[in-house]
């Protein structure tokens, strides 16, 4: 009887165990860990984006820059794993729901769809701020002379009173005095003696000063102006800062040929942490430069950075954004990726007020041109 009892109690115990593996294995569902591994990975993605906007550059900031960039991608990507988990009742869509709720400060900034037909009070002075792309960057491959032409009768039926151009390119100093007769007066900052390249500033109201901010170890610049509109002076900033440099389609082209990962991750961190320094260290000279400008003052340009960025959060301190203000519909301003990056904007004083600033979808340039009407 005891061999019998010990013999029994050994095979309930064997069929125990094997009870308890099949319910664990009956109760494992695949769908639902991958849902929920989504989820976290969702989550701490769009929480590194936010981190990134107060880093100074460093090398962990160089790297959750990516995470800023693709903020709107990785905020959508958020939304379905929500919807999903909604619909299936599972509990984690409240963790993507948390994750997701400090964006409501950053919609408007991606987004508007609330248009303001109020015409502030004050004087209205028209702005624009284009990166032209060298004249040679249209989107259906239009030569220089054709697109220079049409870039030109563009501003002229847009009548702007201030315009602010990156990636400026005439083939002589006569074809440059000569585009856009309209706005006679210039402030430029440009390389080249046959070809100039660079940035530049057109008013129809005179220029009493201006100059250039100069980068260090860089070919970008910032040109600014003091115009005199009626009286009232205002100090324009027209920046065009460091780019990162990289073509990400040339990157998957080498990896697939060479398979050297690795090197190309490497390269490409290394472009990253040298563009994020040098932006920051840009963004640094122009809020010194604008400290010490009695008159108020207005920043745009091609900034390269989105605004979930730490250049867009220390250059906005202090000042509105024209399309946060008064924009309408998607703000993206580069055109191979829309709606997705915006990187060009126009910033001025607190105590101004925006009016229809558009986004105008033309094909002359890798950017989108931004106009609005600011109010003093």
Not at 115 to 142: A, C, F, H, Q
Not at 163 to 182: A, I, L, S, T, W
């Amino acid at each position: 009887m005891p061999r019998v009892r010990k013999y029994q109690n050994k095979t309930e115990s064997q069929w125990g165990k094997a009870g308890k593996k099949e319910m664990l294995l009956s109760r494992f569902s695949l769908k639902d860990f991958l849902l929920n591994l989504f989820a976290l990975a969702g989550a701490v993605a769009l929480v590194l984006s936010y981190i990134s906007v107060y880093l100074e550059p460093s090398e962990l900031s160089s790297v959750l820059m990516f995470f800023g960039l693709y903020f709107l991608p990785i905020l959508f990507f958020n939304v379905i794993i929500f919807l999903i988990a909604l619909f299936r009742l599972k509990s984690v869509a409240f963790l993507t729901l948390i994750a997701m709720l400090p964006t409501l400060f950053y919609a408007d900034l991606f987004v508007k769809f609330n248009k303001n037909e109020t015409v502030p009070e004050g004087e209205p002075v028209k702005m624009i701020t284009y990166n032209v792309g060298r004249m040679r960057l249209s989107r259906d491959g239009l030569e220089f002379v054709a697109n220079t032409d049409r870039i030109e009768k563009f501003i002229e039926l847009e009548r702007p009173d201030i315009v602010c151009m990156q990636e400026f390119m005439m083939r002589n100093k006569d074809e440059y005095q000569q585009f856009v007769p309209g706005l006679p007066f210039r402030r430029e900052f440009v390389f080249g003696n046959d070809e100039l390249c660079g940035n530049v500033i057109l008013s129809r109201y005179p220029i009493t000063g201006s100059g250039v901010i100069k980068f260090e170890d860089s070919h970008n610049m910032c040109v600014w102006a003091d115009i005199d509109l009626d009286g009232d002076k205002i100090r324009v900033y027209n920046c065009h800062l460091q780019s990162s440099t990289i073509s990400f389609t040339s990157l998957i082209q080498r990896i697939a040929t060479k398979g050297e990962l690795t090197n190309e991750i490497r390269e490409v961190h290394e472009k990253l942490r040298n563009s994020n320094k040098l932006r920051a260290q840009q963004v640094e000279d122009i809020l010194a430069h604008c400290s010490q400008c009695e008159y108020p003052v207005v920043i745009c340009g091609d900034f390269n950075d989105t605004p979930v960025s730490h250049t867009y959060y220390k250059l906005r301190k202090g000042r509105k954004d024209s399309f946060a203000e008064a924009g309408n519909g998607f703000g993206a301003s580069y055109s191979y990726l829309w709606p997705l990056l915006r990187i060009d904007y126009i910033l001025f004083p607190k105590e101004y007020s925006a009016f229809q600033n558009e986004i105008k979808r033309e094909i002359f340039s890798d950017h989108y041109p931004v106009s609005t009407y600011i109010y003093r």
